[in-house]
């Protein structure tokens, strides 16, 4: 079903709506059937957090778009799964920050690799990194076919920005010594716990946001950009995110326990 099917009515519309937008990315050959899946895990992680972006996110998303600002070589990093969802996003926060884009799949092929190109120039890529192989470089540090890099991009990038990543790219760059940014709807897994800065957040509410953030700090001097990034904590903000989702649970908890009229009605 296309996304704009999907009756505005309908109680769970936006979430409808972002799995159609999904659907059609691997329809169309964008989003790999194992993106389905991951999608899934993001969705109830999201519904825990109660779909919403939250204080801790927000602080998360400053600090990311100053650290995005201070990179002196800074890349975004295109997957299936963020090439259907937010594709214009990522081409105008590719501009805002002055970062490369450079498509670097965990389920690689060379037609997923044409196909998110297509998607990334139908609104509006002029260069998108790491589909030549004459510049293709292996990181050892990464096992998966993730360590397939360019020699331009994600090989001397200082900041990069891994939406939706899988733990062991994370864990191999920061090891590499860059500065990883990641979005993540759980806080516990492998790439939000390695992350320097992650952004608990469902990456459709947290990229309009980051631009809005980048486009507001562009004139900070470099001093209150690091300012920024010093203060952050990536441990206490996702300690924060984790007790967001606890304090929700119990209000929802007692909540439904005050519905009860009490024992079990033979
Ligand atoms: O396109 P490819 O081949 O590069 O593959 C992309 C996926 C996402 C399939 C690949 O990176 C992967 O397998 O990732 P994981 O290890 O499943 O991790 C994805 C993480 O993203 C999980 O922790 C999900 O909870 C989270 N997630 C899923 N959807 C969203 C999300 N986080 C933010 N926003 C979402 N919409």
Redesign the pocket.
């Known amino acids: 079903m296309h996304e704009n099917k999907v009756s505005l009515k309908h109680p769970r519309a936006t979430s409808l709506r ?1 799995r159609a937008k999904l659907v059609h990315g691997f329809e169309i050959g ?3 059937a ?13 519904y825990l957090i109660g779909e919403n972006t939250t204080d801790n996110a927000k602080q998360a998303i400053k600090a990311a778009a100053a650290s995005l600002l201070l990179g002196q070589n800074s890349v975004l990093s295109v ?5 259907a ?1 937010v594709p214009e996003e990522l081409v105008k926060l590719a501009k805002t920050s002055k970062a490369k884009l450079e498509i ?5 092929s060379k037609e ?1 690799e044409e196909a ?1 190109w297509k998607v990334l120039q139908d609104v509006g890529a002029k260069e998108v990194y790491g589909l030549d192989s004459k510049y293709h470089e292996t990181i050892p540090e990464i096992h998966s ?2 360590r397939i890099v360019d020699h331009r991009g994600l090989f001397i990038a200082d900041v990069v920005f891994v ?5 062991d ?1 994370t864990e191999g760059l920061v090891r590499l010594g860059k500065r990883v940014i990641t ?4 806080p516990l ?4 716990q390695m992350a320097g800065i992650t ?8 990229l309009p946001l980051l631009n809005a953030t980048v486009r507001k700090l562009r004139k900070e001097s470099v001093e209150s950009l690091q300012n920024i990034v010093d203060k952050f904590d990536n441990q206490q903000n996702l300690s924060q995110a984790i007790q967001h989702i606890n304090r929700r649970l119990n209000g929802l908890a007692k909540a439904q326990g005050a519905q009860s009229a009490g024992g079990n009605p033979e």
């Not at 939406?163 to 733990?167: K, V």
Request: charge should be neutral; proline fraction near 2%; avoid cysteine.
């Open positions: 972002i964008v989003t790999s194992f993106g389905l899946f991951a999608h899934g895990r993001g969705e109830a992680f999201d997957n299936g799964n963020v090439a969802l670097n799949l965990y389920h690689r997923r998110i076919e993730r939406p939706l990543e899988d733990g790219r979005v993540d709807l759980n897994s492998r790439t939000a952004i608990v957040d469902n990456v459709v509410r947290a």
